[in-house]
């Protein structure tokens, strides 16, 4: 548990308030969606509605309605049917791109730092490919630009309360990581790119980087060929399988399981991540509020003699009413992740979510790729094959 992210939590966050009030009195947002391929993400143009300094002073969608009904919404007078040529004009301190459509990124990405944002907050998952990133991460530190990754769970101000319980051995030794995603229709690769990665950022912050990775990918129970290599839904690009079986190994010993089978899932129960001990089981349902629950015992003792339940894990501790108020609301809306962004430009800190950790994502999703690729071998970070594995079939 010892994360340099774990340090951080809500009230510093909040803490960017004042961000840029000695030069400006308004942060400049320019907001990208793109209505029809990936719209604005989960609400990553609305989000800075909410922040006070904040002043939302252009958007760009190459869609005409869409555009339109953008600009009514966020109340912006300035609207671009083309994201270049609205930062070259605008030139904001902050741009937010919001296509789920993960094709885009890495040329908007590129576009944002060459306009000399300050700071970039993207919907999720970063890019298509390790080469994408990589090329991304080093333009962004050449200029200075902050990039955070809305993968809002990771910004959650619980985590370092349970860090604190696992080091306090609430549930004993730690035996393993055991992640699943939502297993619906999109369930098997598909879950694993777009779904998925919330788990791997979650699993990063209490197993630390991953070193190796063993998996398999099959479609219809078999194991995934060239023949079943499609392009993938998202923007996603070469893509196949509908069941994914994954076992990683964490810098600090625990083994991470993730898996996904094609409709399995259970829309109360699904997407999420356990923290297993000999003492008891840390969960989290991701999106969810209460977001962590303990339930204390030992997992391998069916024969406990006392009544077990699951007791909410809150930020004043554990079984106990959350003191903060709308918190759930807070991070659903991205807000905390905003005020973060805003707090890590101010202070020349990473954001709490930053590209670093967006590239260990990407990195551990191809990994099961090129597990699968190389005949389910024991691959190790990093990756010596920096795009998609898919297509090298």
Sequence with gaps: MNRRCLLASLPAALAATSFA?????????????????????????????KIPTVEIVAVADADAA?????????????????????????????????PRHVDQHRDMLLAAIKAGAKGIYIEKPFCRSLQEVDEVIAAADKAGTRIAIAHRNRYHPVLPVIAKLIKEDAIGRVLELRGRGKEDARGGSLDLWVLGSHIFNLACVFGGAPKSCVATVLQDGKPITKTDVKDGDEGIGALAGNEVHARF?????????????????????????????????????IDKEPFAHLLAGSPFDPAFKEPRHWQPITTAGIGLPEPIVDLGKQLSTHETAGLDLIAA????????????????????????????????????FPLQTRVNPLTLL
């Excluded at 966020?74 to 049917?81: I, Q, R």
């Excluded at 994201?83 to 791109?97: G, H, R, T």
């Excluded at 709490?352 to 005949?375: K, T």
Aim: aromatic content about 6%; proline content about 3%; glycine content about 12%.
């Design 66 to 98: 869409g555009l339109a009904a953008a600009q009514k919404k966020l109340s912006v007078a300035k609207g671009f049917a083309d994201y270049l040529a609205m930062l070259a004009e605008i030139k904001p301190d902050i741009v937010a791109i919001g």
């Design 249 to 285: 190994e964490m810098t600090n010993g625990i083994p991470l399981f993730f898996d996904s089978v094609q409709n399995a899932g259970d829309k109360q129960a699904g997407f999420g991540l356990q923290i297993i001990g000999t003492k008891g089981i840390i969960d989290f349902r």
């Design 21 to 49: 009030a000695a030069t400006n009195p308004k942060i400049r947002v320019a907001v990208i969606g793109h209505t029809g391929r990936g719209n604005y993400g989960h609400g990553l143009d609305t989000m800075w509605i």
């Design 345 to 380: 430009i101010r202070d020349n800190r990473a954001p709490l979510c930053d590209a670093v950790q967006g590239r260990e994502i990407i990195e551990m999703i191809s990994s099961v790729f090129e597990s699968h690729r190389l005949g389910s071998q024991r691959v190790t």
